[in-house]
């Protein structure tokens, strides 16, 4: 079964801290970009970050620079969203997906990507 797996969402205070996980199984992430995607109440999905199978380079929305860190360990088939200084509008259920042809023109459009993750909730509020 091909399957990705988010986990660490929840509820934070503005400017806490969460790391998101994403965790595949039934294939490895290796040859993958991983897209960290999010959907707010009433909004439509938007791309947050990626991060490259080729190099490893990693992109983020205007949004989200300086505060939020994608990385990978494909020891563990897994890809992290280090999340920082957290705002009341990063609220949105996240969503982890794969996909084996990303390029720089398609990686922020979700249709792109083959496989997606069930989401997991992150809400920031005092």
């Known amino acids: 079964q091909v399957q990705l797996v988010e986990s660490g969402g929840g509820l934070v205070q503005p400017g806490g801290s969460l790391r998101l996980s994403c965790a595949a199984s039934?294939?490895?992430?290796?040859?993958?970009?991983i897209g960290w995607f999010r959907q707010a109440p009433g909004k439509e999905r938007e791309g947050v970050s990626c991060?490259?199978?080729?190099?490893?380079?990693?992109y983020y929305a205007d949004s989200v620079k300086g505060r939020f860190t994608i990385s990978r360990d494909n020891a563990r088939n897994t890809v992290y969203l280090q999340m920082n200084s957290l705002k009341p509008e990063d609220t949105a259920v996240y969503y982890c997906?794969?996909?084996?042809?990303?390029?720089?023109?398609?990686?922020?459009?979700?249709?792109?990507?083959?496989?997606w993750g069930q989401g997991t909730q992150v809400t920031v509020s005092s």
């Open positions: 997906a794969a996909g084996p042809e990303i390029t720089l023109a398609t990686m922020w459009r979700p249709y792109e990507y083959e496989y």
């Open positions: 039934g294939f490895t992430l290796d040859y993958y970009t």
């Open positions: 991060i490259s199978s080729s190099d490893g380079s990693a």
